[in-house]
């Protein structure tokens, strides 16, 4: 098996369980100060980025 065949499936699964976490601290923070909720927006909106570009990374690795 391949890096990419493994990366796939576990990105995909990955950035499904963090859409999930992210929703359910969301509602959450809705009821926090707006500055409050722009900060967790922000960050969290991008920070799953890091992680795929580690696993992109390594699954483009020879």
């Not at 990955?14 to 929703?23: K, L, N, P, R, S």
Request: glycine share 6%; aromatic share 12%; charged share 5%.
């Amino acid at each position: 098996m391949t890096r990419v065949q493994i990366a796939v499936p576990l990105g995909l699964l990955g950035f499904a369980a963090y859409i999930v976490a992210v929703m359910n601290l969301a509602d959450w923070v809705l009821g926090l100060h707006l500055v409050v909720q722009l900060l967790f927006f922000a960050v969290l909106g991008v920070a799953w980025a890091w992680p795929a570009h580690k696993l992109i990374l390594w699954a483009a690795h020879k």
